[in-house]
């Protein structure tokens, strides 16, 4: 069963960029897309973009198109998303989610990573 | 742009109640919708895929059904782990914007 696991807590500054990442173990890296999801505190779920790995590929959803990178290393089974020019209204849980036979559905989740935004 | 809406936003049961879920998106997305369970400071969980399909290992007193615009949750006899919220999504391949609805809290 695939497992996902994200990069520690982050706390940033006005204006910085931030770098999460997700290595992926236990599963077939490449049958797998890959998303991510945030959520700010008390609110719901809002997905940012995926990728999938076999082909590449990368979605994104229209409010962050021109801002987020989503990469993914076959290597290292590694899914990676950067997020520049933050804000504090980028704080949030940041969740790593896999959708098998590469769809945009999740049934494996990371444990989430909080991005604290603050001066 | 498609958007998904849930109601209601939240929802007062009791143990044992039939409990339903709804979620309408702006346009026909046939039927490429999931269903996930969240409780607080966790990760979601699938619960149903492609709208009726149960993932592997969810109870069966939860199901899924629709298509085009309109699906519902249902669980039929509510029990003290289902206390949760819960999300619709819209999801797609060929398309970028992989929707959540804003969520359904199913409380006691």
């Known amino acids: 069963q695939m497992q996902l696991v994200q990069s520690g807590a982050e706390v940033k500054k006005p204006g910085s960029s931030v770098k999460v990442s997700c290595q992926a173990s236990?599963?077939?890296?490449?049958?797998?897309?890959f998303s991510w999801v945030r959520q700010a505190p008390g609110q719901g779920l809002e997905w940012m973009g995926g990728?999938?790995?076999?082909?590449?590929?990368?979605n994104y959803a229209q409010k962050f198109r021109g801002r987020i990178t989503i990469t993914a290393d076959r290597l290292t089974t590694t899914a990676y998303m950067e997020l520049p020019n933050l804000t504090s209204d980028d704080t949030a849980v940041y969740y790593c989610?896999?959708?098998?036979?590469?769809?945009?559905?999740?049934?494996?989740w990371g444990q989430g990573t909080l991005v604290t935004v603050s001066s | 742009d498609i958007q998904m809406t849930q109601s209601p936003s939240t929802l007062s049961a009791s143990i044992g109640d039939r409990v339903t879920i709804t979620c309408r998106a702006s346009?026909?997305?046939?039927?490429?919708l999931a269903w996930y369970q969240q409780k607080p400071g966790k990760a979601p969980k699938l619960l149903i895929y492609?709208?009726?399909n149960l993932e592997s290992g969810v109870p069966s007193r939860i199901s899924g059904s629709g298509s085009g615009t309109e699906f519902t949750l249902t669980i039929s006899s509510l029990e003290p782990d289902d206390f949760a919220t819960y999300y619709c999504?819209?999801?797609?391949?060929?398309?970028?914007?992989?929707?959540f609805g804003q969520g359904t809290k199913v409380e006691i």
């Open positions: 990728i999938v790995p076999l082909f590449n590929t990368a």
């Open positions: 236990g599963g077939a890296f490449t049958d797998y897309a």
């Open positions: 989610a896999g959708g098998r036979s590469r769809t945009y559905f999740a049934d494996r």
């Open positions: 492609k709208a009726s």
């Open positions: 999504q819209k999801y797609d391949n060929y398309s970028p914007e992989n929707i």
């Open positions: 346009q026909s997305i046939g039927t490429w």
